[in-house]
């Protein structure tokens, strides 16, 4: 199914750690599993935080995600990601792979 929703998140001021400990909660098999309708995310440290970039099958799946698992998750992470993040939604235009 490709891609239609994409969401970004800058955690400024987020390491590599901090990522590390939140998406062992928020994402299936300790971090290493992707949430269903999660369908690709790419995330890594910048010069002044750490950014996250998800793309999901449908706006509902990422709000789904976001409300019952993401959110939650995050309120329960011992030296987690400093939030809320800048975060920017966009409908997918185009997406390709190797």
Same mark, same amino acid.
């Given at each position: 199914?490709?891609?239609?929703? %994409?969401? #970004?998140?800058?955690?400024?001021?987020?390491? +590599?750690?901090?990522?590390?400990?939140?998406?062992? *909660?928020?994402?299936? =098999?300790?971090?290493?599993?992707?949430?269903?309708?999660?369908?690709?995310?790419?995330? %890594?440290? #910048?010069?002044?935080?750490?950014?996250?970039? +998800?793309?999901?099958?449908?706006?509902?799946?990422? *709000?789904?995600?976001? =409300?019952?698992?993401?959110?939650?998750?995050?309120?329960?992470?011992?030296?987690?990601?400093?939030?809320?993040?800048?975060?920017?939604?966009?409908?997918?235009?185009?997406?390709?792979?190797?």
């Amino acid at each position: 199914m490709a891609a239609t929703f %994409g969401i #970004t998140h800058f955690f400024k001021g987020g390491t +590599a750690e901090q990522y590390e400990n939140s998406i062992k *909660v928020v994402h299936p =098999d300790g971090g290493k599993g992707l949430p269903a309708g999660q369908l690709y995310h790419a995330a %890594g440290p #910048t010069e002044d935080g750490f950014l996250i970039i +998800a793309l999901f099958d449908s706006e509902p799946s990422w *709000v789904k995600f976001r =409300d019952e698992t993401l959110l939650p998750g995050f309120a329960k992470v011992e030296n987690g990601l400093p939030g809320p993040p800048d975060e920017t939604s966009f409908k997918v235009y185009n997406s390709a792979s190797a």
